[in-house]
């Protein structure tokens, strides 16, 4: 039983569950301290020390229309259950911060769409105080997977330092919440419309270890290589296991990048992506697009360039991360439980 798991639980046993509203202390407009609801499932799981895997919810909002949205949703918790780990989606739904959701609050958070405000973690306060619904980026979810005692995060790709960012210092919160928060994210690297030699950089600067999958050189989303090498590489699952408990039991307090390539098959043409960036970069800046609208508009924009090659890829190097995330933490869990790596399949 994961002892590190088990302590965080009893700490926080009183901010798991949401307020019933009959006996709401802090009355009809205010809020008490319960302010975190986690799933009966993802709860057990965390206090018997087995797999736990934490996913983002903005994909599900703002990353592909209704309902491909929902059905990618459910293939990647599928994808989670069948290699051994208990997936849990992280949203925030009328204002209540929720780890692990239902079929039917999934289904919510989908039809929702881009209604669902996309939260980072800078948005946490405004969209619980306001009861909202918010769906969490990676720097979000990796506060609530750290909160509750979640260690691994799988995610399609990180955000970055953006082009011309020395200008505008357009840098995602997604980095700086990497330097302060012990979770390992799993990722096929940065989004390639970013900047990927100065997000590496950046990296470095907050102290964040950043290992790439069965590969030397850093992905670039949409393609296996960046041009880019990092000074770590990972080969197994039980590898990227060992980095958890070591950085864990360091208490370095920053967490972990892994850089899994997309699969080959499913790699699109990098000239054939860039150019069509390019062009999504050129009409967000003619069009004053910045900030976090941005992302979203470029990702939409160069799937509609690439003919829907781009969400193609998009879907299936996420898929691809939810499997060896799910792996990993299959592996952690033996690590933690029994000292040592059973065989995994």
């Known amino acids: 039983m994961s002892s590190s798991a088990l302590s965080r639980l009893s700490n926080l046993r009183g901010h798991f569950h949401p307020t019933d509203s009959n006996n709401d202390k802090g009355g009809s407009d205010g809020l008490d301290g319960r302010l975190i609801k986690i799933s009966p499932e993802v709860s057990e799981a965390l206090s018997c020390g087995r797999a736990v895997v934490a996913l983002e919810s903005t994909i599900i909002s703002h990353g592909m229309p209704y309902p491909q949205n929902l059905e990618t949703a459910k293939e990647l918790e599928a994808i989670v259950k069948t290699n051994g780990a208990v997936p849990a989606?992280?949203?925030?739904l009328d204002g209540i911060p929720c780890v692990g959701l239902s079929m039917?609050?999934?289904k919510k958070l989908a039809i929702l769409g881009t209604r669902a405000q996309k939260t980072a973690r800078r948005d946490i306060v405004h969209v619980v105080a306001t009861r909202g619904n918010g769906a969490t980026t990676v720097s979000a979810t990796m506060f609530f997977a750290s909160m509750v005692g979640i260690p691994i995060f799988v995610t399609g790709g990180i955000g970055g330092v953006h082009r011309h960012g020395e200008h505008t210092m357009d840098i995602s919160s997604d980095l700086t919440e990497l330097g302060r928060t012990p979770v390992m994210v799993i990722s096929a690297g940065v989004?390639?419309?970013?900047?990927?030699p100065r997000t590496l950089e950046y990296l470095e600067?907050?102290?964040?270890?950043?290992?790439?999958y069965k590969t030397n050189e850093f992905p670039a989303f949409f393609t296996e290589t960046?041009?880019?090498?990092?000074?770590?590489?990972?080969?197994?699952?039980?590898?990227?296991?060992?980095?958890?408990?070591?950085n864990m039991k360091l208490k370095l307090d920053t967490g972990i990048l892994?850089?899994?390539?997309?699969?080959?098959?499913h790699s699109a043409s990098g000239s054939v992506i860039e150019s069509a960036i390019q062009r999504a970069l050129k009409e967000a800046r003619d069009k004053n697009i910045t900030g976090n609208a941005e992302t979203p508009f470029l990702l939409?924009?160069?799937?509609?360039?690439?003919?829907?090659?781009s969400l193609a890829s998009n879907i299936a190097l996420v898929?691809?991360?939810?499997?060896?995330?799910a792996r990993i933490a299959v592996a952690l869990a033996q690590l933690r439980n029994k000292g040592g790596f059973e065989s995994v399949p």
């Open 319 to 325: 898929k691809n991360n939810a499997f060896v995330g």
């Open 258 to 265: 892994i850089a899994v390539p997309i699969p080959k098959e």
């Open 89 to 92: 989606t992280i949203a925030i």
């Open 205 to 212: 600067t907050q102290g964040v270890c950043v290992a790439t």
């Open 226 to 246: 960046s041009g880019c090498k990092v000074p770590c590489r990972v080969d197994s699952p039980e590898d990227c296991a060992r980095l958890i408990d070591a």
């Open 104 to 106: 039917e609050e999934l």
């Open 300 to 309: 939409a924009r160069v799937n509609e360039l690439t003919g829907g090659a």
């Open 191 to 196: 989004k390639s419309m970013l900047d990927i």
